[in-house]
């Protein structure tokens, strides 16, 4: 006998109990998105892999480690489940000339791939919500898109979530303190983990993120990049912190908080939690003026970020929200050769008129069909036997409470269902708020 096949270690099945979380979860964000005038783009999940190579950098861990990458078969090109969003969406604003008439606020949600030891909070598979403004300069651009994630935890009612912010300054100003953090570094290598060793010559600004508590006081030590930044970019990183100022947006400046990419510029943000444990970053995002010109369009300035759709839904969860089972209006029962039907043409007239309606299908006694009618959470029960077909109309019985203002159980004419369906699930108020 053959082994069940079992999902990839670290690609998850979404089960019916969770994936009605997760659609009341993307049904908030595209409120929230479409509020802000952000609008969607949806790119494929499979890029040449030059794409990442060129945005990403070769020498990064997710170049080097994490891309699943395979070769076409068809020509022999080398190709990439997306570990990100950024690279897409910029290849595909070029690509499409999305640009030409003005900056975009842009928008996308989806699953990204990375070779990653699995662990909660951090899959193979995992999904992203990503947004990106390409084409705005100024500290505002920022600064809103700042605001947008702190909008998000309250309309989800999400606590516990803080905001670090800090500067990257431009490319010359992290040049110099790049060369003086290496001296740094260089001088202390005998204090350096494994890790933070490979990473020196390669991405030394990644050290300073170090989870290793025997390095923190080195990284504390270490040259700070503020110190380096010429006054346009103090200019913007005051700018920003004024808006979220203005906006009453509390907020941590940690120099400690970099990206190891050269494209990024300026503004960096993280909101973290103490609530998931390890993985505690549940939206990161900056300014990243540099990457349209270095996937090769005119240099373009761009912002946005990206969050964790697990970590966010697990941090939903563990303060108490609970996910909202779909039920239908009505259950239809059926028994007999002209009641079935008669009932499934009944079933089709009611949810042509806007009403959802489960037809029982498979067979069965009646006691059992209603069973199944009260266990699918439907406050209705539609009962058609041969004797209600012959007659064109159907039974209607309350399988739970709350409809005082009707009857228990009541045989409508099949002509007027409709309508009294909805007096019994969506009772008007009369003029002095009474059903």
Known sequence: ??????????????????????????????????????????????EPTPLFARAIGEVTDIVEKEMYSFEDALNGESLTLRPEGTASCVRAVLQHNLLYDGPKRLWYMGPMFRHERPQ???????????????????????????????????????TGIRLEINS?????????????????????????????????????????????????????????LIDYLGAESLRHFEGVQQLLKDAAIPYRINPRLVRGLDYYNLTVFEWVTDQLGAQGTVCAGGRYDGLVAQLGGKPVPACGF????????????????QHESVVPDAYLVHQGEAAGRFGFRVAEALRSAGFAIQFHCGGGSFKSQMKKADSSGAPLALIVGDDEAAANSVGVKQLRGGFEQAPAQVTVNFDELADHLGTILFPMEDDDGNL
């Open 168 to 224: 990257l300054g431009q490319s010359d100003e992290r040049a110099r303190h790049r060369a003086d953090l290496l001296a740094y570094l260089q001088q202390r290598q005998d204090m350096l983990d494994d890790d933070a060793r490979r990473r020196l010559h390669s991405n030394p600004l990644r050290i300073l993120d170090t989870k290793n508590p025997a390095l923190q006081g080195l990284v504390d030590a270490a040259p700070k």
């Open 1 to 46: 006998m053959s082994q069940t096949l079992q999902a990839i270690r670290g690609m998850n099945d979404i089960l019916p109990a969770d994936a009605e979380l997760w659609e009341q979860f993307e049904e908030a964000v595209r409120d929230w998105l479409r509020a802000y005038g952000y609008r969607p783009i949806r790119m494929p999940m499979v």
């Open 120 to 158: 909660k909070g951090r899959y193979r598979q995992f999904h992203q919500v990503g947004v990106e403004a390409l084409g705005f300069s100024g500290p505002d651009i920022d600064a809103e898109q700042i605001a947008m994630c702190a909008r998000l935890w309250d309309d989800l009612g999400l």
């Open 306 to 321: 990206a969050m964790g759709v697990e970590r966010l839904l697990a941090l939903w969860q563990d303060q108490g929200h």
